[in-house]
Nanobody, 124 residues
Framework: VQLQASGGGLVQAGGSLRLSCAASGRAFDTYAGGWFRQAPGKERESVAIIGWSGSSTYYADSVKGRFTISTNNARNALYLHMNSLKPEDTAIYYC??????????????????WGQGTQLTVSS
């Protein structure tokens, strides 16, 4: 399965945006889906993870209460709804699938099928 992320852009602080991740086939009913980000000079970090078929979610402390991850299995899509954006949210955002089915890891090394990334820039 290949993933393609989209929806990034330039947003003012306090604004909202939705990122989308399209899978080339069925994925999110079996595998966990995740959003990750990498800012310049920093390591890739987990932002939000959703278990297979939306079974559970994980959020990084820095985005709790502001970001919401969701899936649409019928469309083979993964979303990240982002509210109250901050300049520190600026990064390239990637989507990925867990390497194992029916398992919801939280760390980037446990994910694969990485999409190409989409840039989010939040201006102050």
């Amino acid at each position: 399965v290949q993933l393609q992320a989209s929806g990034g852009g330039l947003v003012q602080a306090g604004g909202s945006l939705r990122l989308s991740c399209a899978a080339s086939g069925r994925a999110f009913d079996t595998y966990a889906g995740g959003w990750f980000r990498q800012a310049p000079g920093k390591e890739r970090e987990s932002v939000a993870i959703i278990g297979w078929s939306g079974s559970s979610t994980y959020y990084a402390d820095s985005v709790k209460g502001r970001f919401t991850i969701s899936t649409n299995n019928a469309r083979n899509a993964l979303y990240l709804h982002m509210n109250s954006l901050k300049p520190e949210d600026t990064a390239i955002y990637y989507c990925a699938l867990s390497l194992r089915p029916y398992y919801r890891p939280t760390n980037p090394p446990d994910f694969g099928s990485w999409g190409q990334g989409t840039q989010l820039t939040v201006s102050s």
